[in-house]
C-alpha cells in the first residue's frame, strides 16, 4: 500500500469512513480496481493511476491514445489554419506535462499581432453512441479559448461540445471527458485560438489523449468518396443532390430523406440528440442526453425522471446535469437549423422542472444572422413532479432558424428539469403541382405550389417565394411595420383610450404576445390595449379602417350583383383577465354599428387568424373595439390587417339621426286631507291611517295605498318590474358601474351563458325576467344593494324566502342584510360558484320594525360569474292584530293580550312581540332548553369521539358553508354550536350528549335547528343513548339548504336515556354543520340524579350524621355552611375547595376552568425565556407558583380564558377581595374580574397593555353579595400570545358578621333577631333559616293566603279550608291522612315538629301506573313573572319506579305551564321545595301527582304556603328610610352621614362607602372673562373672592365654584391650590404677596376683609396677617365652620385653655348621644326585622354558565371537595348583558380603546333585554 500517490489516501479513507457502499461491488459504470477500489469508468485508460495499483491503466489496448512522447499519432493538423499545434516538452511558463515529467505535449502560442488558431483532428469515427475522450488541457493567459467541435463526415456544420471556462486556470493541467453521440461518421476536432491582443507569455496546452472503445474508427473503403455535388448543394447520396435550401426545411426532398436526418421534425432523444446539443459545454452545468438508470445515485438526490416517450428507466431524455459550483453556469440546449416553416407551424414538446430551487427556463428563437433572439416560451419555478405538455406557435419564419431552450444555475439549482418528445407540426411549406383549381386556388409562381385565394394578400407568404402577395394595394393591408397605415384611432369621444404601437412583449406579465404576427419575431410590430392602470374595467379603444364601397353593386347580370368583400385579420387574447374584441360594421359615422363578430377571454398565447365575409348595401366603415378586462392581465392585440375585393370610397360616411320624442310627465297631486301628524293620508277621501301601518303587509286603508310605495310581497320581476325594490345607485361612471338590474336569459350573448342562467326560475325559458348583478362592469370588491323601503313591521312568522343563482368561474358573494336606519348587519351569505342551476335561500325575520331589507351583491375578481336573484317573497309577514276574544285553551295569553299556539312557546322566537313567550321563568318547564349564547348548558362533550363541537358567534372560519348569524339573535353578535370540518380528516366524528331524562317522561320532543350547507357535507346523526347503547332517531346527510331549518323528534323509552348528536366530516373542508336553540318540550323530565359517576370519598360510616359533612380535623359542618367566608371546621375544610384565597402553591384552591373556553389559565412557575413572569410574588422567586394565560399554537387575539370560583352564599359590606397581576410587553394580555350573580354579570376590575415589569396589587371592593361568583376572565391581545399572571388572591373581611351594623345584600331581606339576612321567600315557609329560628316567628298572615295549608284539620273540611280542589277530569283524587296506608310507602307522620297532624297524599296502591291525581288552587293569583314563591314539603319514598310529581301555573284559557316537576326515590323523609310561580296572565296553582310503577309510589304533600308576592301581584318592598339633604346615604350598609364627612380620608360608614371619591368634583367651569385677579366668576357673572373657590362650601347659586376642584384632605387654614399638581397651601403662605394658588390666586384674595358668610353664621370671622380666620362655634370645625366635628369614643384630654369649656362640651356631646339613639330607636322601629339597601343598578348581565349542569367540569380528587352551589333562581332584567360569552373567537374582539367602552357582543335573550338604541349591542355596519 505505500505505492499509493498521496493524493489517493484521503480518497480512500473518504471512501472507507463516509460512503459505507464502497465496500460493496461496484456499480456498472464504475471500473473494479484490483485492490477493491472503485473507480469512475471513464477514468480508466487516461494517462492517470487512478487506482494507485495501476490496474485502471493495464488493459488499454482498445483505447485510442496519443501522449505525444512518438509525434502525433493518428491525430492531423488543419490545413485550413495559418497557425499549428507545436508538440514539446517546454512553453512560456510551463515547464512539465501533466503528468509532472519532462515529457512531451502539444502547445499553441501567439503568433505575432495575428488571432491565432489551430485544430487538431482526430480520425473519422463510425457512428456510436458510446464514444469518450478524456485529455488533459493548460490554459495560461487571460485570451486563450479551447473549444472541442464534432463535424460530420464528410461534410457537415461543426458543432461546438465543450468550450473551457472564461476563468483562468493559469500553472494547472486540468482533465476533461467528453461523450460523443452521433448517427453519421464524424471526427473530433481540438481547436485552439489566442486573441491578437494577447501577451507573448500566454499558451495553451493539451496532453494525454484517450478515445474509448466506442470510438470506432471507420474503415477506409467505407469514407466516402470526396462529393460530386457543388459545394451549394446536399448529397443525397446515390448521385441524387439537392439544393442546400432545402435541408431540414420539414420536407424530406431526397429519397430516403436523408436531408432531415440530421434534424428530424420529431425527437425523442431514444435514438440519439436529433440535433439537439449543449452550447456552453463544459461549465459543469450542461443539457445531457441520458437515462434515469444511467445517472449516479449521487446525483443530488434528483435523479432524472421517467422519461415521458417510453415512462421507464431506460427511456432517454434531455436533462440538467450539475456538477459545478459556480455561481451562474448556464446550460443552452440548441436545436438544429432549420431553414423556413410555413404559416400554421408549431413546436409540441414535453417538459419536466420540479423542485425547491429548480428556477426558470427560456425558449427562444434564433434568426440566423440576427443578434437579437426573441422568448417563445416561459416556465418559472416548481410545475410539480409530472411532465407537462406544451405548444409553441412559431408561424411563417421566411430564414433560417434555431430553436433554443436556455436555464441558468444562479448557484441553487437544486431539482429536475428536462425535454422530451419534441415535434414540429404544419411546418413544411406546401409542395409544387402542375396545376390547381382555378375557382378557389391560386398557384405559386416559382415554388409552383397551390395556395387558397383567401389568403392571398395577407401579408403572409404562404407561397414560400413571395408570390401570393405580390400586386397587392397598400391601402387594402396592414401589418404595422410601419405605423397605422390607413387605420385611424378613434377621436370623436367612442372610446376611452387608444390603441397602442409596440414591439416585442407587453409591458405585463403573463398576458399579450411575446411576438408579432408578421416576422414572428421581438422586432416586429403590432397593435395591442394596455390593460394596466390607468385603464379600468370595461375602457375600450376603438380602431377605425378607411371607408369601403357596398359591396352590392347593380348590375343588370344578377350574378354579377353581388361580389364578396373579405376582412382578414390576426389577434391575440392571452390573459387570466381578457375581456373581449368585436369588430363591427357601421354605416354611420357615429355609433358601433352591428357586430360582426366577438371574441371573449383568455384564448391562450396564440395569434389566431380570423376571416369575415362583409356585405353592405351602403358604405360602410370597419371598427375594432378592444375592452379592458378586470386586471392587468388582460392585453389584446392585433397584427396583419387585410381586405380582399374591396373597394375604397372617396366620401364620408353620413351622421347618426339622434332625434327622439319628448315625454312629458304629469306632476303628482296630494289629495287634500285633514290628517294629523304621524298618520298616513289614505288616496281614499277622509281616510287616515297610523303611520306605523304603511309598509307592514297589510293593506289598511280601503283602497289599499298605504301598501303601494312599499315592497310587493311576491317580486318575480317579469317584464322588468322591480315591485318596489330600488338600486342603489353610486357615483361612479355608468359605464364602469357595477349594479343591480332586471334582465332576461334571452339576452345573453355567447361567452356568458356559464357567468348567468339562460333561463329565470319563475317561468323557466329565456323569456322570463331575473334580477341580477352583472360583473362586465365594475372592479373587483365593488358592491351593489338592491333594498326595500321602510318595513315598518312584520308579524312574528315573516320569512324571506328567495332563489339565487351564483354561477362562474370568478363569482362573487351574495349577502342578505337587515338595515335600521344607518346600521346594518348581515343575515345571509353565499360566496363562490353553485353550479350553474337555481337554488333556495331563507332568511327568518319574524317580529321586526322599521328595518330595511339589502340584497347586497360583491364582484369577483373578473367578470366571469354574475349574481342573479329570483322570485323574492315575504311570507307570513303582516303583523297579527288584537285579539277580539279571549285566547282559546290551545293558545297562550301573551302579556300584551295578544294570543299564541302554544306549541310556540319557548322556542327561542318572539312570537308575542313582547318576548312574553319567551321569558326565562314562563320557560321553567322546558327542560334543557339552551340557546349556546353562553355555553353548553347542559350538554356535554363526549370523551370517545375524534374533536368537539365549539361555540361560534357570527359566520364560520370557512368562506362558502356556515350560517352568517346564530338562531337566536339572527345577527353576527348570537352564538351557536358548529363543527369545523376544514383541518380533519373525512369519517372523523364530534359528539354531545344531552341531559339524562327520565323514563318517567311523556309527551316528550326535542326541537332544534340545524344548518348544513356545503359543498362536500358530511352528515348529522341523533340518537337517543340508554344503558351504553345508541338508537338512530334521524339522519340527515348533505347540502340541507343555506338557512336555518327546525327538526322536531319524539322521545321515549323505558329506561332513562340521553339524546346524543353526531357530527361526521365529509369529504369537502366546506362543511360545516351548526345546531342552535335546542329545546325539550315539559313532558320530558330530568331525572333526580344525572347519572354521572361521583368520584367524591364517602365520609367514614357513622362519623357524621346524614346531611353532614366530615371536616379534615374530623369535626362536622352541613352543606349549607360550605363557601360562605366562614370558618366553620376550624381548619377551613369547608371553605378550601371554593375558590378561596390562593397563593397557588398547593393547587387552584378551587378555582375551576371554564368548559367551553378555548385556552386556560395555566399553573405554572417563573420562566425567564419565556413569555410568562421570570417569578411569582409569593416566594419572590422561580419556585413559587402562579396562573398566567398560555399561550397556544392556534390562540387568536380575542380568545378568552375564565377562572372562577364556586358559589359563595354571601359577603360582607366591608368584603374585599386583593390580588397580584403581572402584565408587561411580554406577558401580554387583558384581566378583567367579573362578578356573577344570578341574573347580573357586573365587571368591577380590568386592567390590559403593559403595567411594567413587575406584580402590581389590586384591591377591588365586594360589599355585600348574595349567591355570586368571582370570575378572572383573561383575553388574548395578539395572536398567539399570553403570559398576563395572578398571584396571591385573598379575600378580606368577608364574612358576613364582619361589619356591625348589619347590612344585607338585598333590600327585601329579612334581618333575623340574631342579626343575619335571609331571603324574604324563606320566610314562613315551615322551615328555619335564621340561627334564631326568628324567620318562622307570626306567619299568620302567610299561613291565612288562599292556597296555604298544613291539612291539620278535619278530612272533610280541607279543601273548603285549603281553598284547593280536586280536578274532576284527573284518574283519582287526593286523600288526607295522618300516617301512611301502604307499607313501606308514604310517610308515617306529617311534617310538623311533633309528627302529629295530617298531610295530603295520593294512595298508588290501588291505581294504575300512569294514573294522574291533580290538586288546584280555588281562588286565583294576579298575573307575576318571576315573583311568587310557592314553598311545600314533599315525601317521595318506597319504590326505585317512583312517578312524577308537578307544578303548574294554569291561565284564564287553560293552558298549564310546568313550573317544577321532580321523579325517583328521594329518600325516606320530608323534602323542602321552593317554586317561582310565574304566567303573564291571572293563574291557578295546579299540584299532578303520577302513579309509578308499583304500590309502593305514594307521594305526599304538607304545609304549603305562598309568598305575600303572590298575593300582591308585584314585588312586596317596604319604603326605605331616606337619608336628609345634608346627609350621605351609605351605599351598602343602612347609615347616614353628614355630607361633609365625605371624601375627608376618614372612612365613616361601614362600607366605607363614602371614601369612593373621584380624583375632581364633577362639573364644568363657567367662562372666565369678567372678574379681576383674585376673584371668581359665577355663570350669572357674579364675582366672588377666589378664596371661596374649592374649599368645600357652594357659594355660587348653582354651586359652580366647586366645580372640577381636586378632592384632597388639607389641614385646618390650609388652602386647596388646584393648578398643576394639586396640593394644600398653609396658612403661612397666604397673603404673602406671591400667588401660590393658580390660576385663581385665592391665596392672595381677600387678605384684607372678611367675605360676606364666610363662617357660615356658625362662628366669627377675624382678619389676621394671612387673612381671614373663622373661630367656629361648638360642633363645627373647618375653614368656614362648614363640617360638622366627629364625636370621639375616647375624648381626649383637654388642653388648659379649654378647661372653662368642659361644661359646654359635654352637655353638646350628651344631647348629640341622645340625638342619636332617637335616631336609631326611630329607624328600628320603622325597619322592625328587615334591613332596606338602595343601590342602583350599574348593568345587568348575562350568565355565564349554570354550575347545576356542570358535568364535565374538573372531577375532584380525594384531596379536594367539589363545589357545593345552591341551585339559583334568576331573576329578569331590563339591561343590556355584558359580553362574557365563554367561546367568542375574534369576531368578539372589542374595538375600543378601554375595556369599559366596549361594545357588549351580543344582547341577553334570556332577560329581554331590547337592542341598544344606537345599535352598540351588535357589531354593525353603514349600509
Avoid at 272 to 289: A, C, K, N, S
Avoid at 664 to 689: I, K, L, M, N
Avoid at 1121 to 1146: A, H, I, R, W
Amino acid at each position: 500500500m505505500s505505492s499509493l500517490p498521496g493524493s489517493v489516501w484521503p480518497l480512500l479513507a473518504f471512501c472507507l469512513v463516509f460512503t459505507p457502499g464502497c465496500v460493496r461491488g461496484c456499480s456498472n459504470l464504475e471500473f473494479a480496481c484490483t485492490r477493491g477500489l472503485c473507480v469512475p469508468e471513464d477514468r480508466v485508460c487516461d494517462f492517470t493511476d487512478n487506482c494507485g495499483d495501476g490496474s485502471d491503466e493495464e488493459n488499454c489496448s482498445t483505447y485510442k491514445r496519443c501522449d505525444f512522447e512518438n509525434g502525433f499519432c493518428d491525430l492531423n493538423q488543419s490545413s485550413e489554419t495559418f497557425s499549428e499545434w507545436t508538440r514539446t516538452t517546454e512553453a512560456s511558463g510551463l515547464e512539465r506535462d501533466h503528468s509532472n515529467a519532462s515529457a512531451y505535449f502539444l502547445s499553441l502560442s501567439p503568433d505575432g499581432a495575428n488571432r491565432t488558431t489551430a485544430d487538431l483532428i482526430s480520425p473519422v469515427f463510425q457512428p456510436t453512441q458510446t464514444c469518450q475522450m478524456s485529455f488533459y488541457y493548460y490554459v495560461g493567459g487571460t485570451h486563450g479559448d479551447l473549444q472541442v467541435l464534432v463535424q460530420p463526415h464528410p461534410l457537415g456544420h461543426s458543432n461546438v461540445t465543450w468550450k473551457n471556462s472564461t476563468l483562468p486556470q493559469t500553472g494547472t493541467w486540468l482533465q476533461k471527458v467528453i461523450q460523443f453521440s452521433s448517427n453519421y461518421s464524424f471526427q473530433v476536432v481540438i481547436r485552439g485560438e489566442l486573441s491578437a491582443g494577447g501577451e507573448a507569455s500566454e499558451v495553451l496546452a493539451i496532453d494525454d489523449l484517450s478515445f474509448s472503445p466506442g470510438c470506432l474508427t471507420a474503415p477506409e473503403s467505407s469514407v466516402a468518396p470526396p462529393p460530386f455535388c457543388p459545394p451549394t448543394e446536399f448529397d443525397c447520396g446515390g448521385g441524387t443532390c439537392i439544393k442546400g435550401s432545402k435541408v431540414c426545411d420539414f420536407t424530406p426532398d431526397c429519397p430516403h430523406g436523408e436531408d432531415e436526418a440530421g434534424c428530424p421534425s420529431e425527437c425523442d432523444f431514444e435514438d440519439g440528440p436529433g440535433g439537439w446539443y449543449e452550447l456552453t459545454l463544459g461549465d459543469g452545468f450542461d443539457w445531457v442526453r441520458g437515462s434515469s438508470e444511467e445517472v449516479p445515485p449521487e446525483y443530488h438526490g434528483h435523479p432524472p425522471p421517467l422519461d415521458h416517450s417510453t415512462n421507464s428507466t431506460g427511456g432517454h431524455s434531455m436533462f440538467i446535469l450539475k456538477n459545478s459550483s459556480s455561481l451562474h453556469p448556464r446550460a443552452v440546449l440548441r436545436g438544429p437549423l432549420f431553414q423556413q416553416s410555413a404559416s400554421g407551424c408549431t413546436m409540441t414538446f414535453w417538459h419536466y422542472n420540479s423542485g425547491i430551487s429548480v428556477g426558470a427556463a427560456d425558449m427562444y428563437l434564433r434568426i440566423n444572422g440576427s443578434h437579437n433572439n426573441t422568448v417563445i416560451w416561459r416556465t418559472f419555478y416548481d410545475q410539480g413532479t409530472q411532465w407537462n405538455q406544451v405548444t409553441v406557435q412559431l408561424g411563417r419564419i421566411s430564414q433560417p432558424f434555431q430553436i433554443s431552450l436556455a436555464k441558468i444555475s444562479l448557484g441553487v439549482f437544486d431539482g429536475v428539469s428536462a425535454l422530451d418528445d419534441i415535434a414540429f407540426k404544419n411546418c413544411s411549406m406546401p409542395q409544387a403541382v402542375a396545376e390547381c383549381p382555378g375557382r378557389t386556388h391560386f398557384h405559386c409562381e416559382r415554388t409552383r405550389a397551390c395556395v387558397e385565394r383567401l389568403q392571398l394578400c395577407d401579408l403572409v407568404d404562404d407561397c414560400g417565394d413571395g408570390s401570393d402577395e405580390e400586386g397587392c394595394s397598400p391601402t387594402l393591408q396592414c401589418n404595422f411595420e410601419h405605423g397605422l397605415c390607413s387605420w385611424q384611432q378613434e377621436q370623436s369621444g367612442g372610446d376611452v383610450f387608444d390603441w397602442t404601437h409596440t414591439q416585442g412583449p407587453t409591458p405585463s406579465f403573463n398576458t399579450g404576445p411575446w411576438k408579432d404576427h408578421t416576422l414572428g419575431t421581438s422586432q416586429g410590430h403590432y397593435l395591442f390595449i394596455e390593460s394596466s392602470v390607468p385603464q379600468e374595467f370595461k375602457d375600450t379603444a376603438v380602431l377605425l379602417s378607411r371607408v369601403f364601397q357596398p359591396t352590392l353593386q347593380r348590375d343588370k347580370d344578377p350574378s354579377k350583383s353581388r361580389h364578396h368583400c373579405v376582412f382578414r385579420f390576426h389577434y391575440h387574447m392571452f390573459g387570466s383577465h381578457v375581456f373581449c374584441l368585436g369588430v363591427y360594421m357601421r354605416t354611420t359615422s357615429t355609433g358601433r354599428g352591428h357586430m360582426l363578430w366577438v371574441g371573449y377571454g383568455d384564448q391562450g398565447n396564440l395569434w389566431h387568424r380570423k376571416t369575415l365575409y362583409l356585405n353592405s348595401a351602403r358604405p360602410f366603415q370597419i371598427l375594432i373595439e378592444g375592452t379592458v378586462g378586470d386586471d392587468f392581465t388582460g392585453d389584446i392585440a392585433i397584427d396583419d390587417l387585410s381586405f380582399l375585393d374591396c373597394d375604397t370610397y372617396e366620401g364620408e360616411l353620413p351622421m347618426q339621426n339622434t332625434t327622439t320624442p319628448v315625454v312629458t310627465t304629469p306632476a303628482p297631486t296630494v289629495p287634500p286631507h285633514s290628517c294629523p301628524d304621524g298618520e298616513f293620508v289614505c288616496r281614499a277621501y277622509g281616510e287616515c291611517v297610523p303611520q306605523s301601518k304603511e309598509c307592514d303587509f297589510r293593506p289598511d286603508c280601503s283602497d289599499g295605498s298605504d301598501e303601494l310605495n312599499c315592497v310587493k310581497e311576491m317580486c318575480d320581476f317579469e317584464g322588468g318590474d322591480t315591485c318596489g325594490w330600488t338600486i342603489v345607485d353610486t357615483p361612479l361612471v355608468p359605464v364602469h358601474e357595477f349594479r343591480w338590474s332586471p334582465d332576461q336569459g334571452e339576452s345573453i350573448h355567447d361567452g356568458e351563458q356559464y357567468d348567468r342562467p339562460i333561463i329565470d326560475h319563475t317561468l323557466g325559458t329565456p323569456d322570463g325576467w331575473y334580477m341580477y348583478a352583472d360583473s362586465s362592469n365594475g372592479g373587483y370588491g365593488q358592491t351593489t344593494d338592491l333594498l326595500t323601503p321602510v318595513i315598518s313591521s312584520t308579524g312574528p312568522y315573516c320569512t324571506l324566502v328567495f332563489w339565487y343563482h351564483m354561477s362562474g368561474f370568478t363569482v362573487g358573494s351574495l349577502q342578505v342584510l337587515l338595515k335600521y336606519k344607518n346600521v346594518s348587519h348581515e343575515v345571509w351569505s353565499q360566496t363562490g360558484n353553485h353550479s350553474n342551476r337555481w337554488r333556495r335561500g331563507e332568511v327568518f325575520l319574524g317580529l321586526s320594525n322599521n328595518f330595511q331589507v339589502v340584497f347586497r351583491a360583491q364582484r369577483g375578481i373578473s367578470y366571469m360569474g354574475d349574481v342573479v336573484i329570483d322570485d323574492v317573497g315575504f311570507l307570513n309577514c303582516s303583523p297579527p292584530l288584537p285579539p277580539d276574544r279571549p285566547c282559546a285553551p290551545e293558545q297562550y295569553a301573551c302579556a300584551n293580550g295578544f294570543c299564541i299556539p302554544q306549541d310556540n312557546l319557548c322556542d327561542f322566537i318572539n312570537h308575542c312581540g313582547d318576548s312574553s313567550d319567551e321569558d326565562p321563568y314562563i320557560c321553567k318547564g322546558f327542560s334543557g332548553r339552551c340557546s349556546f349564547e353562553f355555553d353548553l348548558c347542559s350538554w356535554r362533550q363526549c370523551r370517545q369521539d375524534d374533536f368537539d363541537w365549539l361555540l361560534k358567534a357570527g359566520r364560520t372560519p370557512t368562506i362558502g358553508t356556515g350560517p352568517s348569524s346564530d338562531h337566536t339573535m339572527r345577527d353576527p353578535s348570537g352564538h351557536y354550536l358548529y363543527l369545523e370540518s376544514s383541518f380533519l380528516s373525512v369519517g372523523d366524528v364530534a359528539r354531545i350528549s344531552g341531559p339524562l331524562l327520565s323514563r318517567r317522561s311523556s309527551e316528550c320532543k326535542m326541537r332544534f335547528y340545524v344548518h348544513m350547507s356545503g359543498d362536500g357535507i358530511g352528515n348529522l346523526s341523533v340518537s337517543r343513548k340508554s344503558q351504553g347503547e345508541l338508537h338512530p332517531l334521524l339522519n340527515l346527510t348533505g347540502d340541507q339548504g343555506n338557512y336555518w331549518q327546525m327538526r322536531e323528534i319524539q322521545l321515549s323509552h323505558t329506561q332513562d336515556f340521553q339524546v346524543v348528536f353526531e357530527g361526521k366530516v365529509g369529504r369537502s373542508w366546506k362543511g360545516d354543520i351548526c345546531l342552535d336553540d335546542i329545546t325539550f318540550s315539559p313532558g320530558c323530565l330530568l331525572t333526580s340524579s344525572d347519572g354521572l359517576e361521583d368520584n367524591t370519598p364517602a365520609p367514614p360510616a357513622g362519623s357524621c350524621p346524614s346531611g353532614f359533612l366530615l371536616c379534615d380535623n374530623g369535626r362536622c359542618f352541613q352543606s349549607g355552611q360550605s363557601c360562605d367566608f366562614t370558618d366553620d371546621c376550624g381548619d377551613g375544610t369547608d371553605e378550601k375547595d371554593c375558590g378561596t384565597s390562593c397563593s397557588f402553591e398547593n393547587g387552584r384552591c378551587g378555582w375551576k376552568s371554564s368548559l367551553a373556553d378555548n385556552f386556560d389559565w395555566t399553573l405554572g412557575k417563573g420562566s425567564v425565556q419565556g413569555i410568562r413572569p421570570p417569578y411569582d410574588h409569593t416566594l419572590m422567586d422561580d419556585n413559587g407558583h402562579f396562573v398566567y394565560l398560555e399561550a397556544t399554537p392556534v390562540g387568536l387575539k380575542g380568545d378568552k380564558a375564565h377562572i372562577r370560583s364556586c358559589v359563595w352564599k354571601e359577603s360582607s359590606a366591608i368584603c374585599k377581595l386583593s390580588f397580584w397581576y403581572y402584565i408587561s410587553h411580554k406577558a401580554l394580555g387583558t384581566i378583567r374580574v367579573l362578578i356573577k350573580k344570578d341574573h347580573d354579570l357586573l365587571e368591577v376590575w380590568n386592567k390590559t397593555g403593559h403595567q411594567g415589569n413587575e406584580w402590581i396589587r389590586a384591591e377591588v371592593p365586594l360589599r355585600s353579595l348574595r349567591n355570586f361568583e368571582v370570575i378572572f376572565e383573561g383575553i388574548r391581545s395578539r395572536d398567539v400570545s399570553g403570559g398576563a399572571a395572578l398571584d396571591d388572591l385573598e379575600f378580606i373581611d368577608c364574612a358576613p358578621n364582619a361589619v356591625a351594623p348589619v347590612s344585607c345584600p338585598a333590600l327585601t331581606d329579612f334581618v333575623c333577631h340574631s342579626g343575619g339576612c335571609i331571603e324574604s321567600h324563606l320566610v314562613c315557609d315551615s322551615k328555619a333559616d335564621c340561627a334564631d329560628e326568628s324567620d318562622e316567628i307570626d306567619c299568620d298572615h302567610i299561613a291565612g293566603s288562599p292556597g296555604a295549608c298544613n291539612f291539620n284539620m278535619d278530612e272533610t273540611q280541607w279543601e273548603e279550608k285549603c281553598q284547593l280542589s280536586q280536578d274532576p277530569d284527573d284518574n283519582f283524587d287526593w286523600r288526607i291522612g295522618h300516617k301512611t296506608e301502604t307499607p313501606g310507602a308514604g310517610p308515617h307522620s306529617d311534617h310538623s315538629p311533633g309528627g302529629g297532624g295530617n298531610f295530603l297524599y295520593v294512595n298508588s296502591a290501588i291505581q294504575r301506573e300512569g294514573d294522574i291525581a291533580k290538586l288546584t288552587t280555588i281562588r286565583p293569583f294576579p298575573g307575576s313573572v318571576g315573583l311568587c314563591h310557592l314553598r311545600f314539603w314533599f315525601f317521595m319514598h318506597g319504590s326505585d319506579k317512583m312517578g312524577t310529581l308537578k307544578v303548574f301555573t294554569v291561565g284564564p284559557s287553560g293552558i298549564s305551564l310546568l313550573m317544577w316537576a321532580t321523579t325517583g326515590n328521594h329518600g325516606n323523609q320530608w323534602t323542602y321545595a321552593n317554586v317561582l310561580l310565574s304566567n303573564t296572565a291571572s293563574f291557578r296553582v295546579t299540584f299532578q301527582a303520577e302513579v309509578g310503577g308499583d304500590m309502593w309510589t305514594d307521594i305526599a304533600l304538607d304545609d304549603v304556603s305562598f309568598t305575600p308576592e303572590c298575593v300582591v301581584g308585584g314585588p312586596v318592598t317596604p319604603q326605605p328610610v331616606t337619608c336628609s339633604t345634608d346627609q350621605f346615604p351609605c351605599a351598602y350598609s343602612f347609615q347616614c352621614i353628614p355630607q361633609s364627612w365625605r371624601c375627608d380620608g376618614e372612612p365613616d360608614c361601614a362600607d366605607e362607602s363614602d371614601e369612593e371619591c373621584p380624583a375632581l368634583v364633577p362639573g364644568t367651569l363657567p367662562p372666565q372673562v369678567l372678574c379681576p385677579i383674585g376673584f371668581y366668576q359665577c355663570s350669572d357673572s357674579q364675582c366672588l373672592p377666589s378664596i371661596l373657590r374649592c374649599d368645600g362650601v357652594p357659594d355660587c347659586p348653582d354651586g359652580e365654584d366647586e366645580y372640577s376642584c381636586p378632592l384632597l384632605q388639607c389641614e385646618l387654614g390650609e388652602l386647596v391650590c388646584e393648578e398643576g399638581s394639586p396640593a394644600c397651601i398653609p396658612l403661612q403662605k397666604r397673603c404673602d404677596r406671591s400667588a401660590d394658588c393658580l390660576p385663581f390666586h385665592s391665596d392672595e384674595s381677600s387678605c384684607h376683609d372678611c367675605p360676606p358668610m364666610f363662617c357660615l353664621d356658625r362662628g366669627s370671622c377675624l382678619v389676621h396677617k394671612h387673612g381671614p380666620v373663622c373661630t367656629c362655634s361648638p360642633g363645627w370645625t373647618g375653614n368656614r365652620c362648614h363640617v360638622r366635628t366627629k364625636p370621639s369614643l375616647s375624648p381626649p384630654t383637654p388642653e388648659p385653655e379649654d378647661t372653662q369649656m368642659d361644661a359646654v362640651y359635654t352637655g353638646i356631646a350628651l344631647g348629640l348621644l341622645l340625638l342619636v339613639a332617637g335616631v336609631a330607636i326611630c329607624v328600628l322601629a320603622a325597619c322592625r326585622r328587615r334591613c332596606y339597601l338602595l343601590k342602583p343598578d350599574q348593568m345587568n348581565y348575562g350568565v355565564m354558565h349554570d354550575s347545576a349542569f356542570d358535568r364535565r367540569a374538573e372531577l375532584p380528587s380525594p384531596h379536594e371537595r367539589p363545589c357545593i352551589c345552591p341551585t339559583l333562581n334568576p331573576r329578569k332584567s331590563d339591561g343590556r348583558g355584558l359580553s362574557i360569552s365563554v367561546y367568542p373567537w375574534r369576531p368578539e374582539v372589542e374595538q375600543s380603546s378601554t375595556w369599559r367602552d366596549a361594545k357588549l357582543s351580543f344582547t341577553n335573550p334570556m332577560y329581554n333585554s331590547p337592542p341598544d338604541a344606537n345599535g352598540t349591542e351588535q357589531r354593525s355596519s353603514e349600509a
